[in-house]
C-alpha cells in the first residue's frame, strides 16, 4: 500500500462551486499534513498546512484532517478559473515530505 | 517567488552530456531536496541534505550526482542520461524544527529533455 494516496483526476467543475479534494495515508506517524498548488510550468507552492485533526479555514480554502481515518481533505469554496491547478497534499515522516500524484482540477467559466 | 532559485529553467541534453542543475536558497533552512516530477507520476524523492550532509538517497541512479557544498546551495550533476529520465527536475529548502521537517518551499524546476 502506498503511503499516500490521491486520485489523479482531471476533476472539474463549474464556476462557484465547492470543490472538495481528498488524499488518504497509510501511516500513523505523520505529524504535519500540508496542500501544495502546481500551476503549469511551475514548482508547487505552499496553501496550507495543518498538524491536528480539525478543520483550518483560510480565506477560500478550508483543510480538514482526520487523523482516526487517516483521511485529509481540501475545500474550495466559490471556485474561480484561476483555481485551475494541479493540487497535491503532501505529510512529513522523520526529515522527508512524502507527496500524493496530485489532483488535476479545472474550474470550467 | 519562494526564494529558491533554479538554474536553468530548461535544459536539452544528449545521452553523453554531462551537465549540471543548480539551486540556491536564502531562506535559512537547514534541508534542501532534489524531486523529479514526472508525467502522471507522483513527485519522487531523489535526494536529502540536513545541514550540508546527504540522509536519504532513494534508490538514485548514479548517473545522478548531488552535490550539497554548504546550506544554501545544492548542485545536481548529470552525466551519460537516459531518454526516461526526462522531466521536470525540483528543488526544495525546508526548515528543520525538533527533528521534524516541516512545510517545504520549492523552486521554479528545470524542465529537462534528454535527446
Known amino acids: 500500500q502506498k503511503e499516500v494516496e490521491q486520485d489523479p483526476g482531471p476533476l472539474s467543475v463549474p464556476e462557484g462551486a465547492i470543490v472538495s479534494l481528498n488524499c488518504t495515508y497509510s501511516?500513523?506517524?505523520?505529524?504535519?499534513f500540508m496542500w501544495y498548488r502546481q500551476y503549469s510550468r511551475k514548482g508547487p507552492e505552499l496553501l496550507m498546512y495543518?498538524?491536528?485533526?480539525g478543520n483550518k479555514e483560510d480565506g477560500r480554502f478550508t483543510a480538514q484532517v482526520d487523523k482516526s481515518s487517516k483521511y485529509i481533505s481540501l475545500f474550495i469554496r466559490d471556485s474561480q478559473p484561476s483555481d485551475s491547478a494541479t493540487y497535491l497534499c503532501?505529510?512529513?515522516?522523520?526529515?522527508?515530505?512524502?507527496f500524493g500524484k496530485g489532483t488535476r482540477l479545472h474550474i470550467l467559466p | 517567488e519562494t526564494g529558491v532559485t533554479q538554474t536553468p529553467r530548461h535544459l536539452v541534453m544528449g545521452m553523453t552530456n554531462k551537465k549540471s542543475l543548480k539551486c540556491e536558497q536564502h531562506?535559512?533552512?537547514?534541508?534542501m531536496y532534489w524531486y523529479k516530477q514526472s508525467a502522471k507520476k507522483p513527485l519522487e524523492l531523489m535526494f536529502v541534505?540536513?545541514?550540508?550532509?546527504?540522509?536519504e538517497n532513494n534508490s538514485v541512479p548514479s548517473r545522478f550526482s548531488p552535490e550539497c557544498p554548504n546550506s544554501s546551495h545544492l548542485f545536481l550533476h548529470l552525466h551519460t542520461l537516459q531518454p526516461e529520465d526526462s522531466a521536470l527536475y525540483l528543488c526544495?529548502?525546508?526548515?528543520?524544527?525538533?527533528?521534524?521537517?516541516?512545510?517545504?518551499?520549492f523552486g521554479q524546476g528545470t524542465r529537462l529533455t534528454v535527446v
Open positions: 495543518t498538524y491536528s485533526s
Open positions: 526544495a529548502s525546508s526548515p528543520i524544527m525538533t527533528g521534524l521537517t516541516t512545510e517545504a518551499f
Open positions: 541534505y540536513n545541514f550540508k550532509e546527504q540522509t
Open positions: 531562506l535559512g533552512h537547514n534541508a
Open positions: 503532501a505529510m512529513n515522516r522523520d526529515d522527508k515530505i512524502i
Open positions: 501511516n500513523s506517524a505523520f505529524q504535519y
